[in-house]
């Protein structure tokens, strides 16, 4: 029998016992679970909730950096699956961008969640959209994305990556804190999800409790994928002002966690 992969694990707990579900980060592309740990994990575990975020296979400092390119969508859904085997209850599992699409594929396989929360999540017809939009109307952003994925020698200058990830606001000195930290991303998860509008993902209508939220500035995720994420899972899409792709580290990242945290208490008490 395969032993089990050795996936990273950021947990932030409260200061008090809770009976609700553990919250589960599932982080997107060119990232891993520090993404949630600098804000959002220890804010939502002082406000009574278990906080898990877990680095994908290849991604921070779980297995498979080795093999990234192999790696492809229903592997993140194993390691997914295997972190949540782990934790006391059924989580709420929140995505951001493929981290999304990843819930949506774990979703589709049967495995078990208390609730789901979309953010800037790639929809289920997948990245064509977003990339013809990026292609169109930002095809210098997009031209930065293929550079970095080609090899480790090439990084995004602040103002680029500012532009693609983030709200005009970002500090310069914030955002060179992290360009760094960012990684190249498996080229066959990639390819999964440019392909899958050939295989459309069923509705989640009425099955679990949803949230599906982006952000206004967001050059990557925009509104149009935002609707279609919502309407595969039966509620309405909320857009945040102001706000870029990487809703987690923007600007106006309380905002986002406040508005998620609203949701959890009404879904969950």
């Known amino acids: 029998m395969t032993p089990p992969l050795k996936l990273e694990l950021i947990s932030r707990l409260p200061a008090a016992a809770d009976t609700r579900p553990p919250l589960l980060f599932v ?32 991604h921070g400092d779980s ?23 782990t934790l006391p209850a059924p989580p709420v ?34 990245m064509t959209h977003a990339s013809l939009a990026m292609l169109w109307h930002t095809p210098d952003l997009l031209a930065a994305v293929q550079l970095f994925q080609s090899g480790p020698d090439y990084h995004p200058s602040l103002s680029k990556a500012k532009e693609l ?23 066959r998860a990639v390819f999964d999800m440019m392909l899958v509008g050939i295989l459309s993902l069923p509705p989640m209508h009425d099955r679990l409790p949803a949230l599906v939220m982006g952000g206004a500035d967001d050059r990557i995720i925009g509104s149009t994928d935002l609707l279609a994420t919502a309407t595969h899972f039966g509620v309405a899409a909320e857009i945040l002002p102001g706000t870029g792709h990487m809703l987690m580290l923007d600007t106006r990242e309380r905002a986002a966690a406040q508005r998620l945290l609203e949701w959890l208490h009404t879904r969950f008490g």
């Not at 297995?63 to 085997?85: C, K, P, T």
């Open 165 to 187: 990830l983030f709200s005009a606001d970002m500090p310069d000195e914030r955002l060179a804190q992290w360009l760094g930290r960012f990684q190249p991303e498996s080229m």
């Open 93 to 126: 599992l929140i995505g951001h961008s493929m981290g999304g699409y990843v819930i949506q594929r774990y979703l589709e396989q049967g495995h078990p969640a208390a609730g789901v929360a979309m953010l800037a999540s790639v929809p289920p017809t997948g």
């Open 63 to 85: 297995d498979g950096h080795s093999w990234l390119a192999a790696i492809g969508i229903d592997d993140y859904v194993r390691n997914v699956a295997q972190i949540a085997a």
């Open 27 to 58: 982080h997107g592309a060119y990232s891993s679970a520090w993404v949630w740990d600098e804000f959002w994990l220890p804010w939502f575990a002082a406000n009574g909730w278990s906080a898990h975020a877990l680095s994908l296979e290849g």
